[in-house]
C-alpha cells in the first residue's frame, strides 16, 4: 500500500509541475509565482546541444558542429555553459594523434530539459485556449 500511495503522490506532483506554468497564465492573480523558462536552455545552440544529446547516447563535438551548423568557437562557448550548469559532461581523448571531444546528457540535463519542454507547452496550451 505504501508503493502505491508513493506512486500516486509522485503523479501528482508530475501533473502539478506540469500544469503550473499554465496555471499561473490563466490565474495570474493567484498568489503562485510563475516558473521562469530556464534561459540557460532557452538560448537556441544550447537547445540545440541538449535536445541532441536527449536522443543520442553521445556525440562529438564535430557531429553537434555539423548537426547545428554551428563554429568551433559557438559550440565550445555554448558547451561551457551547458558543462558548467551540470547539464552534459565532456570526456576528451585521443584517436591516434587527433583529439577527440565526446559530449553527454545528464540526470539534471534531463530533468532540465523535461522542465523546459513541460513549461512550452503549458504555454502553447494556454495561448492555444486563451
Same mark, same amino acid.
Do not use: W
Given at each position: ?15 502539478? @509541475?506540469?500544469?503550473? $506554468? ?5 490565474? $495570474?492573480?493567484?498568489?503562485?509565482v $510563475?516558473? @521562469? ?8 545552440? &544550447? ?5 541532441a ?7 562529438? %563535438?564535430n @557531429? ?5 551548423? +554551428?563554429?568551433?568557437?559557438?559550440l565550445?562557448?555554448? !558547451? &561551457?555553459?551547458l /558543462?558548467?550548469?551540470?547539464? =552534459?559532461?565532456c570526456?576528451?581523448? %585521443?584517436?591516434?594523434?587527433? $583529439?577527440? +571531444?565526446?559530449?553527454?546528457?545528464? !540526470?539534471?540535463?534531463? *530533468?532540465?530539459? /523535461?522542465r523546459?519542454?513541460?513549461?512550452m @507547452? !503549458?504555454? =502553447? *496550451?494556454? +495561448? *492555444?485556449?486563451?
Amino acid at each position: 500500500m505504501a508503493k502505491s500511495s508513493t506512486a500516486h503522490q509522485e503523479r501528482l506532483q508530475r501533473s502539478r @509541475e506540469r500544469d503550473a $506554468p499554465l496555471e499561473a497564465i490563466r490565474n $495570474p492573480a493567484r498568489e503562485m509565482v $510563475p516558473a @521562469e523558462l530556464d534561459r540557460l536552455i532557452h538560448e537556441r545552440i &544550447r537547445l540545440g546541444i541538449v535536445s541532441a544529446l536527449a536522443v543520442n547516447r553521445s556525440l562529438t %563535438f564535430n @557531429e553537434l558542429k555539423a548537426l547545428l551548423k +554551428t563554429t568551433d568557437g559557438n559550440l565550445s562557448v555554448h !558547451a &561551457r555553459k551547458l /558543462e558548467e550548469a551540470d547539464y =552534459i559532461v565532456c570526456t576528451k581523448s %585521443f584517436d591516434g594523434r587527433l $583529439p577527440k +571531444t565526446v559530449y553527454r546528457l545528464t !540526470a539534471a540535463g534531463r *530533468r532540465a530539459l /523535461e522542465r523546459y519542454l513541460n513549461h512550452m @507547452e !503549458a504555454l =502553447i *496550451r494556454a +495561448t *492555444r485556449e486563451g
